[in-house]
C-alpha cells in the first residue's frame, strides 16, 4: 500500500483517487474548490459518473478530501490531475499545472509526482526544470497519461488496455508501475516524451477514425450505400477492428476537440503542418451542420418551425455539455428562426441558445415538426413509437446517432433519415 496525494478532483482526478484507494492505497485528493471537497466530504458526487458513487462508500477509510497542499506532505506518489483547457490560441493552458508545482508542500520523504494531466509533449522537460529551480531535484518525475473514456472511467482505470509509464529515470518509473500492480496491466515503459505523445496520438487516431467514417458517410448518402453496413465490412477487417467507426454528427467532449487542437498547435509551434489533423479537426466541424440541411431537405424554411433536439450531452452516459453538437445545432436552429425544444435525461441545456429545456420526450416532440436524436440515449431507442407518431405536427425523425431501425421508423409512419443510410427506395430494391 502507497501514499498517494491526488491534485485535482475533477472527473480525471476523482476517478483516479477512488480507483487508487480501491487497489489499496491511501488516498489524499485536494482540489482548491471549496464547494467541491464540501461535497465530497459529505459523500456526494460532483458529477454523473458510472461506478464512482459505490467506489466512494466503499473506500471511506482509505480516500480523503481536502483544500489544504500541506495534507499532501506525508505522500510518496503526487498525481497531477488538473485540466489543461485551450488557450485562445489553441495552445494547451498549463497553468493549473504550474499552480500545482507552485503549491507543493514540503516533503517529508522522496516522493514521486505523476503527470496524468494530458498535455503537450515537451511539458516533463519544462516541469523538471521548474522543479530543479525549486530547490527540488529530489522530487521524480513520471508521464502517465490517462486513457479513460466518461461513461466507462472506473471500468477502463480496472481494466485498461495498457498502463504507459514514461520516465528518466527507472527507479520512478518501477515505483508507479508497482501503484498499478493488482491490476495485472499491460505496462509500457518508455521516455517521458514518448509517453506524452501515446496520449495524445491514441486520442488523435480515435478522431481520424471518426471523421473518416462520417466522410465515408457521406459518400454513402450521394451513392445509396449504407455506412453501418460498410462499418461493419470494414472493421470485421481484424487489421482495422471495429471500434471508433460509428458514423454520426461527429465527435463532442472535453477531450478530443481540445487534444486535436493541441496537437495541431503543437506540430505547428514545431515547425510542421499536421494536415491530416486538420482535415479530422475540419470534417467534424461540418459534420455537426449536415443536420441542419436535412432538416431543410424535408421542411424548406426553418423559420418557425418546432424542432425537438433530443439528447444534449455529447455522449450517453455522462451530463458533459463541454463541445457537445447540440450547442453547435442549437445555435443554428435559432439563427434559422427555428422554435426549439431540447430534452436530456442528466444533462442541464441551460447554456443552449433559444432552447426551452423540457422535462420529457413527450414534451418535446408535441407538436414538432422534427426531432433530431443528437445523442444515442437508450431512453430514445422507443422513439418511434405511436404516441410520438401521435404527438407530433410532422412525424419527421433525423436520426444524428443512427441509433433506430430505419425499416422499422418508416413502417411506423415516420419520415426517417439516418447519417449514410440508404433512402427508402433502394432499402426496399424497388428501383
Ligand atoms: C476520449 C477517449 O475515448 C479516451 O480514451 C480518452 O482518455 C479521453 O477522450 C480523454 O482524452 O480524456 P471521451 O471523450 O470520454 O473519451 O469519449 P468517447 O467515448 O471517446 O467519445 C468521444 C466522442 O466521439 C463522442 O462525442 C462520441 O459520440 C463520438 N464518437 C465515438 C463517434 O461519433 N463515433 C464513434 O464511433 C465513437
Same mark, same amino acid.
Given at each position: 500500500m502507497a501514499k498517494v496525494g491526488v491534485f485535482g478532483a475533477g472527473w480525471v482526478g476523482l476517478v483516479t483517487g477512488a480507483c487508487l484507494a480501491e487497489l489499496g492505497h491511501d488516498v489524499v485528493v485536494r482540489d482548491v474548490v471549496p464547494a467541491k471537497i464540501d461535497a465530497l466530504n459529505r459523500g456526494e458526487q460532483p458529477f454523473h459518473e458510472d461506478g464512482i458513487p459505490d467506489l466512494l462508500a466503499r473506500n471511506r477509510e482509505r480516500l480523503r478530501f481536502t483544500?489544504?497542499?500541506? +495534507?499532501?506532505?506525508?505522500? +510518496?506518489f503526487l498525481f497531477v490531475c488538473v485540466d489543461t483547457p485551450p488557450t485562445p490560441s489553441g495552445d494547451a493552458d498549463l497553468s493549473r499545472v504550474w499552480r500545482v508545482i507552485d503549491e /507543493?508542500?514540503? %516533503?517529508a520523504g522522496h516522493a514521486t509526482l505523476v503527470m496524468k494531466s494530458t498535455v503537450p509533449v515537451g511539458t516533463g522537460e519544462k516541469v523538471r526544470n521548474g522543479l530543479d529551480e525549486r530547490g527540488l531535484q529530489a522530487l521524480g518525475y513520471v508521464s502517465n497519461p490517462e486513457f479513460l473514456a466518461e461513461g466507462t472511467a472506473v471500468r477502463d482505470f480496472m481494466h485498461p488496455d495498457r498502463v504507459v509509464i514514461g520516465a528518466s529515470e527507472a527507479a520512478d518509473g518501477d515505483g508507479v508501475a508497482a501503484l498499478y500492480a493488482p491490476l495485472e496491466a499491460v505496462i509500457l515503459r518508455c521516455d517521458v516524451k514518448s509517453a506524452e505523445m501515446v496520449k495524445l496520438a491514441a486520442n488523435a487516431a480515435l478522431m481520424t477514425r471518426i471523421s473518416f467514417i462520417n466522410e465515408i458517410a457521406n459518400v454513402c448518402e450521394a451513392t445509396g450505400a449504407d455506412v453501418v453496413k460498410v462499418a461493419e465490412g470494414v472493421g470485421l477487417d481484424r487489421r482495422l #477492428?471495429?471500434?471508433?467507426?460509428r458514423a454520426g454528427i461527429g465527435y463532442g467532449g472535453s477531450c478530443f476537440p481540445k487534444d486535436s487542437l493541441a496537437l495541431k498547435q503543437l506540430a505547428s509551434n514545431s515547425g510542421y503542418h499536421f494536415q491530416l489533423l486538420a482535415a479530422v479537426i475540419e470534417v467534424n466541424e461540418l459534420q455537426k451542420r449536415r443536420v441542419i440541411g436535412k432538416l431543410k431537405a424535408h /421542411?424548406?424554411?426553418?423559420?418557425g418551425k418546432r424542432i425537438a433536439l433530443l439528447g %444534449? *450531452?455529447?455522449?450517453?452516459?455522462?451530463?458533459d455539455m463541454r463541445e457537445a453538437p447540440s450547442l453547435v445545432l442549437a445555435a443554428r436552429l435559432h439563427a434559422e428562426g427555428a422554435e426549439v425544444r431540447g430534452w436530456d435525461p442528466? *444533462?442541464? #441545456?441551460?447554456? /443552449? *441558445?433559444g432552447v426551452t429545456l423540457v422535462e420529457t420526450v413527450a414534451e418535446a416532440v408535441a407538436g414538432a415538426d422534427a426531432a433530431v436524436i443528437v445523442t444515442e440515449w437508450p431512453?430514445?431507442?422507443? /422513439?418511434?413509437s405511436p404516441e410520438v407518431h401521435a404527438a407530433m405536427a410532422n412525424p419527421v425523425i433525423i436520426d444524428g446517432r443512427n441509433l433506430l431501425d430505419p425499416a422499422a421508423t418508416r413502417a411506423a409512419g415516420f419520415v426517417y433519415e439516418g447519417i449514410g443510410r440508404p433512402a427508402p427506395a433502394r432499402v426496399a430494391g424497388t428501383d
Amino acid at each position: 500500500m502507497a501514499k498517494v496525494g491526488v491534485f485535482g478532483a475533477g472527473w480525471v482526478g476523482l476517478v483516479t483517487g477512488a480507483c487508487l484507494a480501491e487497489l489499496g492505497h491511501d488516498v489524499v485528493v485536494r482540489d482548491v474548490v471549496p464547494a467541491k471537497i464540501d461535497a465530497l466530504n459529505r459523500g456526494e458526487q460532483p458529477f454523473h459518473e458510472d461506478g464512482i458513487p459505490d467506489l466512494l462508500a466503499r473506500n471511506r477509510e482509505r480516500l480523503r478530501f481536502t483544500l489544504e497542499a500541506s +495534507e499532501l506532505a506525508d505522500r +510518496e506518489f503526487l498525481f497531477v490531475c488538473v485540466d489543461t483547457p485551450p488557450t485562445p490560441s489553441g495552445d494547451a493552458d498549463l497553468s493549473r499545472v504550474w499552480r500545482v508545482i507552485d503549491e /507543493l508542500p514540503a %516533503l517529508a520523504g522522496h516522493a514521486t509526482l505523476v503527470m496524468k494531466s494530458t498535455v503537450p509533449v515537451g511539458t516533463g522537460e519544462k516541469v523538471r526544470n521548474g522543479l530543479d529551480e525549486r530547490g527540488l531535484q529530489a522530487l521524480g518525475y513520471v508521464s502517465n497519461p490517462e486513457f479513460l473514456a466518461e461513461g466507462t472511467a472506473v471500468r477502463d482505470f480496472m481494466h485498461p488496455d495498457r498502463v504507459v509509464i514514461g520516465a528518466s529515470e527507472a527507479a520512478d518509473g518501477d515505483g508507479v508501475a508497482a501503484l498499478y500492480a493488482p491490476l495485472e496491466a499491460v505496462i509500457l515503459r518508455c521516455d517521458v516524451k514518448s509517453a506524452e505523445m501515446v496520449k495524445l496520438a491514441a486520442n488523435a487516431a480515435l478522431m481520424t477514425r471518426i471523421s473518416f467514417i462520417n466522410e465515408i458517410a457521406n459518400v454513402c448518402e450521394a451513392t445509396g450505400a449504407d455506412v453501418v453496413k460498410v462499418a461493419e465490412g470494414v472493421g470485421l477487417d481484424r487489421r482495422l #477492428g471495429p471500434h471508433f467507426l460509428r458514423a454520426g454528427i461527429g465527435y463532442g467532449g472535453s477531450c478530443f476537440p481540445k487534444d486535436s487542437l493541441a496537437l495541431k498547435q503543437l506540430a505547428s509551434n514545431s515547425g510542421y503542418h499536421f494536415q491530416l489533423l486538420a482535415a479530422v479537426i475540419e470534417v467534424n466541424e461540418l459534420q455537426k451542420r449536415r443536420v441542419i440541411g436535412k432538416l431543410k431537405a424535408h /421542411l424548406g424554411s426553418l423559420q418557425g418551425k418546432r424542432i425537438a433536439l433530443l439528447g %444534449l *450531452a455529447f455522449k450517453p452516459g455522462t451530463d458533459d455539455m463541454r463541445e457537445a453538437p447540440s450547442l453547435v445545432l442549437a445555435a443554428r436552429l435559432h439563427a434559422e428562426g427555428a422554435e426549439v425544444r431540447g430534452w436530456d435525461p442528466v *444533462a442541464d #441545456g441551460s447554456g /443552449l *441558445a433559444g432552447v426551452t429545456l423540457v422535462e420529457t420526450v413527450a414534451e418535446a416532440v408535441a407538436g414538432a415538426d422534427a426531432a433530431v436524436i443528437v445523442t444515442e440515449w437508450p431512453e430514445l431507442a422507443g /422513439l418511434a413509437s405511436p404516441e410520438v407518431h401521435a404527438a407530433m405536427a410532422n412525424p419527421v425523425i433525423i436520426d444524428g446517432r443512427n441509433l433506430l431501425d430505419p425499416a422499422a421508423t418508416r413502417a411506423a409512419g415516420f419520415v426517417y433519415e439516418g447519417i449514410g443510410r440508404p433512402a427508402p427506395a433502394r432499402v426496399a430494391g424497388t428501383d
